[in-house]
């Protein structure tokens, strides 16, 4: 069966437009709800959300699908990706939703799945959802329609949950932290939870209007985060994106850190600590090879698997690692959650940083990166990459940089884009196979 609707990260596209319209939305909730309705227990559903203007809609339009076969639903609001995660497990509900489209613009929506313990969905769920999707729902009668809540304290309890993963022992008392939230899920828990430790945190994107999550703001776009690190004094930057799942940081000079450096830095400091799990941490194929090389000089291995953190995070449970993450951001710390936790990955940093007496600068920056492009080039339908040229400009792009770096062509899971990717020593060679391939991406599109 072709896979309609899932993506590398659930359903995603622009609201109002299908997929991501509320009727689909509606069969959605009617179809997993369906497929988790197991046992004969009374069942029930997290759904939270970030604050894009289509967010009532959507969570709307999956209330009615969720309670029309009978299963209750309890409605968190805006919440981090992660902490409906979290709530989910600890609710003991029986499937966990989240309504983002993550780093995306404000017009579009997505529709994010969890299980019963936390973990995105599997391939085989989210291909027997698709399945039921096809078919008539399975309404309940009158009486057993579901009932719908909503509960207040929700982010309180992500703020606690995310705090105990901070050492007990340290406080942030005295150290400025400048926060980006990209006026996005964790607009209030994330600030709330740094003043709670002590941080002095001054604080962006923390006044979401329906339209303006990502917008200039958050870890895609951390050109202001760096502007006010220097301007405010502050020994360190956090951005998150819309749903909070990522981390992007910059030191107290203004100098962007990415996700590659961030894995470097845990990996070193839990190895060195006794618990780094496996001896080992799962990138994926996007990672920087100079990521690789330092890891091979601490004794830890580096695994790679698909881009998506939902492949990271197969990857872990199946090798036994407890880090992994991505270049842009998506770390995985399954000591402490499910999935992609942006906060909680941030307090790790910070800890580091309170523990060494170090800077932000000395600290982050543990490898010097290969020179690395990544271009996309957006097409509308077809298959670009079934075409001679492209085959061909992608064959000499790899030859010609077989020695000394290597090539990586993928689809976007997400948007109509072909994504190209090589890295090297050489950075004018990059730049030129690059270029070549997108030319040829181009043409063909």
Not at 184 to 204: M, N, T
Not at 342 to 347: D, E, F, R
Request: glycine share 12%.
């Amino acid at each position: 069966m072709t896979r309609s609707y899932f993506g590398t990260d659930g359903i995603r596209g622009r609201t109002n437009r299908s997929p991501m319209t509320a009727d689909v939305a509606m069969k959605v909730g009617q179809a997993a709800g369906a497929h988790f309705l197991r046992g004969d227990h009374r069942h029930r559903v997290v759904i939270g959300k970030d604050t894009r203007l289509s967010g009532y809609m959507m969570e709307s339009a999956l209330v009615a699908g969720f309670t029309s076969v009978g299963m209750d639903v309890i409605m968190v609001g805006p919440m981090p990706t992660p902490g409906v995660a979290m709530l989910t497990k600890s609710m003991r509900a029986d499937l966990g939703v989240m309504i983002s489209a993550s780093h995306n613009p404000y017009v579009d929506n997505g529709i994010k799945l969890f299980g019963p313990n936390g973990y995105k969905l599997s391939d085989a769920d989210e291909m027997a959802i698709e399945k039921l999707m096809l078919d008539p729902p399975a309404l309940v009668p009158s009486e057993q329609i579901g009932r719908a809540r909503r509960v207040d304290d929700a982010q309180g309890r992500y703020i606690n949950d995310a705090k105990t993963t901070f050492p007990g022992k340290l406080r942030l008392d005295g150290l400025k932290i400048v926060l980006d939230c990209a006026n996005g899920a964790a607009y209030k828990v994330a600030p709330s939870a740094l003043w709670e430790l002590g941080a002095e945190v001054v604080a962006l994107g923390v006044s979401p209007n329906g339209t303006n999550i990502n917008d200039k703001c958050g870890s895609t776009y951390p050109k202001e985060l760096c502007r006010r690190v220097v301007q405010e004094g502050a020994a360190i930057g956090l951005a998150l994106d819309g749903d909070a799942d990522r981390l992007i940081v910059v030191d107290e000079k203004g100098v962007i850190v990415d996700g590659d450096q961030l894995m470097a830095l845990i990996a070193s400091d839990w190895k060195r600590h006794g618990k780094l799990e496996g001896d080992s941490i799962v990138a994926t194929v996007m990672s920087n090879i100079g990521l690789e090389k330092f890891l091979q000089g601490e004794g830890i291995g580096l695994e790679r698997s698909k881009v998506g953190d939902r492949y990271v995070l197969e990857m872990m449970r199946a090798k036994g690692c407890n880090v992994g993450g991505e270049q842009s951001g998506h770390l995985i710390l399954t000591d402490y959650a499910t999935t992609g936790d942006g906060l909680i990955a941030g307090l790790q940093i910070l800890a580091a940083l309170v523990t060494s007496g170090k800077t932000a600068s000395d600290l982050l920056h543990l490898f010097e990166p290969y020179p690395q492009l990544l271009k996309n080039v957006r097409y509308n339908g077809g298959d670009p990459l079934a075409e001679e040229s492209v085959k061909a400009a992608i064959a000499d792009g790899e030859a010609r940089l077989s020695a000394t770096g290597r090539v990586l062509i993928r689809k976007s899971g997400t948007e109509p884009l072909i994504r190209v990717m090589a890295e090297g020593e050489d950075e004018g060679l990059i730049e030129a196979v690059v270029n070549d391939i997108c030319s040829a991406v181009e043409d063909a599109a």
